[in-house]
């Protein structure tokens, strides 16, 4: 796609993580967590907007003034790039695009281990969750790594088949994977295909584990009944603030889906085993917390 050329200069750097288009005059990277101003790649608001459209175009996306807020997903020889943007107008006084890339590299526990984002006893208790196939949760806030953990939790097993479900390709998994992708409806509102939809399905590929890049609505629901029927070592990561909030938040998802307050919990306690959680601190991503989930019934 040659309107990611605009963007070369920037991800020539291997450091640049996400980023960052706040006008046509002010542009900026995050290396190691902290984010630095560069020389601005548009001479104006009308050169930025334009590319922003051709960009969502070139992917079969949308951004017009009736739909001046997207997102789309493009793989580049710099690693997948997840490119959110607003156009100008009533949602903005300027057109803004907002860029994370998603390393080509898969990292490994040995590698994280190395830069200090897990120590010994998490390796070792991480590697003990996959082998007896227990299901578990990565929680963390954006940004915090949980895409990263999970990948590289699930290299440790790559010769098992793996269904993975994501909103975009993102984990990339080596081995015996299966990656299976939502679709967003078209111009006519119509040809959506969910989570719930693909969960479904997976349910039917002969699965070794299944995986939800992150779950946040009816899929959660389906997930932890087919784990309340006999299948094991899932994983999905969950927006939370802390392992303490995992359950709540889990509830409340529940909860939306119509389920009670009772039925959660006893879903959530047969279901889920530990949850895990990633934080970025000092500009560096770290599992700060493992614990086992105990749900009183």
């Known amino acids: 796609m040659h309107e990611i050329e605009k963007l070369k200069p920037l991800l020539a750097d291997e450091r640049v993580t996400d980023i960052l288009i706040t006008s046509s005059s002010k542009t900026q990277v995050e290396i190691s967590g902290r984010l630095t101003e560069v020389e601005p790649l548009f001479e104006n608001e009308s050169q930025l907007r334009s590319w922003a459209q051709a960009v969502f175009s070139s992917c079969g996306g949308r951004l017009d003034f009736s739909q001046p807020l997207g997102e789309v997903s493009v793989p580049t020889d710099f690693g997948l790039l997840r490119i959110h943007a607003v156009l100008a107008g009533e949602c903005s006084f300027d057109t803004q695009v907002s860029i994370r890339r998603h390393s080509l590299r898969s990292l490994s526990l040995q590698e994280l281990l190395a830069t200090n984002s897990i120590n010994l006893n998490q390796l070792q208790l991480m590697q003990s969750i996959l082998l007896n196939k227990e299901n578990f949760v990565i929680v963390g806030g954006t940004g915090a790594g949980k895409t990263t953990l999970l990948r590289a939790m699930l290299n440790e097993v790559s010769s098992e088949r793996i269904v993975t479900l994501e909103d975009n390709f993102e984990l990339a998994l080596s081995g015996n994977a299966v990656a299976l992708k939502i679709r967003e409806r078209n111009h006519e509102g119509v040809g959506s295909i969910t989570l719930t939809t693909l969960l479904r399905n997976a349910l039917r590929m002969r699965p070794d ?75 560096l991503r770290r599992v700060v917390a493992i614990e086992r989930l105990n749900v009183e019934l």
């Open 209 to 283: 584990r299944i995986v939800i890049g992150e779950a946040r609505g009816e899929e959660l629901l389906l997930l932890l009944q087919s784990l309340n029927t006999g299948h094991t070592g899932a994983g999905f990561s969950l927006h939370a603030n802390s392992y303490k909030d995992a359950y709540l938040r889990m509830v409340g998802i529940l909860n939306f889906a119509g389920v009670s307050n009772n039925l959660a919990k006893a879903l959530i306690a047969n279901s889920i085993h530990w949850v895990i959680e990633v934080s970025r601190q000092d500009g």
